[in-house]
């Protein structure tokens, strides 16, 4: 995984169509700045450790299980079921909800990671920790990127540490 005019490389086929999505692809990848970099990496990392293990890729009953944010959860359906996502739903309250589910989550520091590979978003491929990914990248664009989302940009790199070190994988 490297970085050069075009954006991030290494990025795994199956996000090929995504990538300007995901704010992979210059001139975004600059633009979104240093911490943004770091935490597309430390996910990118994540999200091999997770495919090397052979973890059960999400379906979409399961999806619409979590609660996980609405756009979200419509945009990971869509990807499973290969039907057209509709971006009107996200809106300038998107960054809002992505905070609130978040903070939700009532992950604490030094918390072990098996708690987060339980949780059933944390998967590899369009239906899983790529999803938080792009809710960042909405939330930024639709809401701004705010102190809170640059808290929660740095609580979710380390989470992607965590993941990419889990001793279970």
Known sequence: MSCDSAGLTGIPPVFSAIRGDLGLLHPEWDGLGELWQEFVRKW?????????????????????????????????????????????????EFGPE???????????????????????????????????????????DYSGAGKQWTRVLTEMTRMWELISAAPSL
């Open 98 to 140: 992505m905070l609130k589910w978040w903070d939700g989550l009532g992950l604490k520091q030094g918390q072990g990671a098996d708690h987060l590979l339980d949780l059933a978003w944390c998967r590899n491929g369009t239906a899983g920790i790529v999803m938080l990914v792009l809710g960042m990248r909405w939330w930024a």
């Open 44 to 92: 990118l990392t994540a999200e091999t450790t997770l495919a090397k293990a052979g973890r059960r890729i999400m379906g979409a009953k399961e999806l619409l299980l979590t609660d996980l944010p609405t756009a979200l959860t419509q945009w990971g359906t869509a990807q499973i079921t290969k039907t057209e996502f509709n971006a009107d739903v996200i809106t300038e």
